[in-house]
């Protein structure tokens, strides 16, 4: 177990877990230790891939309304449903990615507020109802790569963020915009207690630049397989930003607020040196402990189908997004 200030993202599963499931996983493999060879990290997410496989799905969320635009209804193998909500990464509810979809039932999502303030010349309050009245909701469906080499793809349901911006009108000032996840350690168990939730300071939060957030690439996302967000996954409203690693996908928002200065994020706070604040997707620029040239990608199969496949640069969004870095070192800037 390394000390709680040392953890990160791909390092996280306790070694006393580790080890007390390690015989039940290869039992479960049928596999010798040599199958677990493989780096800490990723060691522990073959493990927690395994425990997420071992549970029933999600129950569902409420249908919700959407259109589905033929441009976003990208022709790609789907990560299916159990997956989306069985792995997930939200450690306000723990480390494992079996630990979101077992413990995130204690988040009270009704009577939901997202507040949207700062440099702007109108800001709002909204809850629930009123987003889904103002901005209409589509299903686009969008690969998303975390930051621990595993993707998925995901049909989400959402709306452009850049709507909700343009409604708050932005003054000139406005260069950034930082988001919050809602701080309640009675319901999120992992901000009580620093073994729980990974070390991180709460609530979690999260940042883009203006332009970044007006890309309509850029969603604010409500639900996904065309239901309401289960806990896990973020619910009532999260960001989605198909280009960026998914940390960036800050879950769960109270608050979006606009600002002149570049906001600081959760993780860039824990390990400069290893989470940046772009976080851009890209095969070229290795993470310190880890290469990012390929990614597993989680489709249907099982624990041994695991396809090794080659990371794109912007996750395969290049041709949209590129231009808003044209003459940043992305070396330097990760
Ligand atoms: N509040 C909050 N948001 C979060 C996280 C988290 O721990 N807390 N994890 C991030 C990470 S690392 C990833 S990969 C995505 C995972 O989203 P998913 O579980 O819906 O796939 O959520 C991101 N948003
Ligand atoms: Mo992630």
Redesign the pocket.
């Known amino acids: 177990m390394k000390p709680v200030n040392k953890l990160t993202?791909a390092d996280v599963t306790p070694e006393t877990i580790f080890h007390q499931q390690r015989r039940q996983v290869l039992k479960a493999l049928g596999l010798g230790a040599a199958a677990l060879s493989v780096p800490g990290g990723a060691r522990a997410d073959v493990l927690s891939w395994f425990r997420g496989n071992d549970r029933p799905p999600a129950p569902a969320g409420r249908p919700l309304d959407f259109s589905k635009p033929e441009a976003w209804q990208a022709a790609l193998p789907l990560t299916p449903e159990d997956k989306?909500s069985g792995y997930?990464?939200?450690?306000?509810f723990g480390l494992d990615k079996a630990d979101?979809a077992a413990n995130a039932g204690t988040l009270k999502t009704e009577n939901w507020k997202i507040r949207i303030d700062g440099e702007v010349a109108k800001p709002l309050t909204l809850d629930m109802d009123d987003i889904f009245k103002r901005f209409p909701q589509q299903q686009r469906i969008y690969r998303?790569r975390?930051?621990e080499a595993w993707s998925?793809v995901i049909p989400w349901v959402g709306f452009e963020l850049g709507a909700l911006l343009k409604a708050v009108e932005p003054t000139s000032h406005a260069r950034y915009v930082a988001f919050q996840?809602l701080y309640a350690p009675d319901q999120m168990p992992g901000q009580k207690d620093r073994f729980i939730g990974g070390g991180l300071d709460y609530p979690?939060v999260e940042g883009l630049r203006l332009d970044e957030a007006m890309h309509p690439l850029t969603l604010l996302t409500t639900g996904v397989y065309g239901k309401a967000l289960p806990p896990?996954?973020?619910a009532p409203i999260?960001l989605t930003v198909p280009w960026k690693y998914?940390?960036k996908?800050?879950?769960?928002i109270v608050h979006i607020r606009l600002t002149r200065e570049q906001p600081p994020t959760t993780w860039n706070q824990l390990a400069p040196n290893e989470y940046g604040f772009f976080a851009n997707v890209n095969p070229h620029v290795d993470h310190p402990r880890w290469s990012q040239a390929s990614e597993r990608f989680i489709g249907s199969g099982g624990i041994l189908d695991v396809k090794r496949q080659p990371t794109q640069l912007f996750n395969g969004y290049a041709g949209q997004v590129a231009s808003l870095y044209r003459g940043l070192d992305l070396r330097e800037n990760y």
Not at 88 to 92: A, C, G, K, L, S
Not at 249 to 252: D, E, Q
């Open positions: 993202e989306v997930n990464n939200f450690y306000e979101p998303m975390c930051v998925m996840t979690y896990q996954n973020g999260r998914g940390f996908g800050i879950k769960s």
